[in-house]
């Protein structure tokens, strides 16, 4: 019995040797996607891509390590490394139009970098703020506060508009008569677009339609976030500046129809201006606001973090300088000792 207990242990003792490797990868292939998963669930939104990628290359490292630290020939081994190529290749190949095209076109997006968190984009009939850029989707925040999730596919697959973070150009439209002269339209539009906020005004003619004009108002706005107020007010601007010189907005058709010929121009009526602080844009993008503030909270601490690396190389090359010095000074005084 002890010669059949020491044969026993000496063989799951050799079993256990062999083995160890393949245990050793295991154990720290778990640890490390604990901690990618535990990153994930703690994550700020929109700071995903890095992670999902990271437990991707860990799940498949972890899998290629298993199979070279097996304790089987090389030819088995080689016919696993194979059996695993073909299995990869048929997953991508079958859910390609799915899951395998989206994290292709979320890594073209990334490396093409159009777009970040916190700017509006326009694809399509889809316009917000984006709140998110993962791997497969991306999320955007519309104009109604709803979150809409669009696929790296159909951003692939369409023109993605952006407005410039560092300013962009509002217009507003509108069609008149030809019986209002047009120079005095643009001034009316030019002094709209002044009282609306925004700079380097100009008014271009659109169309020459057969029974009006179609005027664009446009100018400069430096602040993008906000972009829908600024919008409205700037067509509330133009209703005022046109109705002030006596300039109806109507349709002609309507105009040469009525029997009343009196313009239709309200009555202006003063009215307290909301001098609320508040834009609708802090309700609607809210969640897009956040992320774009952690997202340069995040790159001010980098670039912090940096130079403060800078600084603390500086001093050391400063005190490594000093020390020098100092020991030159030692080894002059001794110099000029023996001298003496």
């Known amino acids: 019995m002890d010669v059949i207990d020491k044969i026993t242990s000496s063989s799951l003792g050799l079993l256990l040797v062999n083995w160890l490797p393949v245990l050793a990868i295991v154990a720290v292939a778990a640890l490390l996607m604990k901690l990618v998963f535990l990153k994930r669930s703690s994550a700020i939104e929109g700071h995903r891509f890095r992670e999902q990628i990271l437990a991707l290359v860990v ?3 972890a899998i290629v390590g298993i199979i070279l630290a097996m304790p089987i020939d090389s030819s088995m081994r080689g016919q696993l490394l194979t059996l695993l190529g073909l299995l990869l ?4 190949t079958l859910s390609s139009p799915t899951i395998a095209a989206n994290a292709m076109a979320g890594f073209m997006l ?68 030809y019986d209002v002269d047009n120079r005095v339209v643009e001034q009316a539009l030019l002094e709209a677009v002044e009282a609306a906020g925004l700079q380097e005004g100009f008014v271009y ?11 664009r108002a446009s100018g400069f706005l430096g602040n993008v976030k906000q972009l829908l107020s600024m919008r409205s007010d700037l067509r509330r601007q133009m209703i005022d500046q046109l109705h002030r ?48 503030q952690i997202k340069e909270l995040k790159d001010s601490y980098s670039e912090l973090k940096q130079t403060l690396d800078e600084k603390q190389d500086d001093e050391e090359s400063i005190t490594r300088k000093k020390r020098r010095m ?9 110099l000029e000792k023996q001298i003496d």
């Open 59 to 61: 799940g498949l490292t």
């Open 110 to 177: 990334r490396s093409l970098r159009s777009f970040a968190v916190g700017d509006f984009i326009q694809v399509g009939e889809f316009f917000g703020r984006v709140t998110e850029q993962d791997l497969f989707h991306v999320e955007i925040q519309t104009q109604d506060r709803d979150l809409l999730t669009i696929p790296n596919t159909y951003l692939a697959a369409h023109p993605v508009k952006v407005v410039h973070s560092k300013g962009t150009v509002i217009s507003a439209e509108v069609s008149l008569g």
């Open 89 to 92: 290749t048929a997953i991508i």
């Open 245 to 292: 010189r006596g300039i109806e907005i109507v349709s002609p058709g309507f105009m040469n129809q009525r029997v009343n010929t009196e313009a239709v121009i309200p009555e202006r009526k003063f009215v307290q201006a909301n001098n609320s602080s508040d834009s609708p844009e802090d309700l609607v993008f809210d969640k897009a606001e956040r992320a774009q």
């Open 326 to 334: 100092k020991a030159i000074k030692r080894a002059i005084g001794m």
């Open 205 to 215: 003619i659109m169309e020459l339609t057969d029974f009006s004009v179609v005027y």
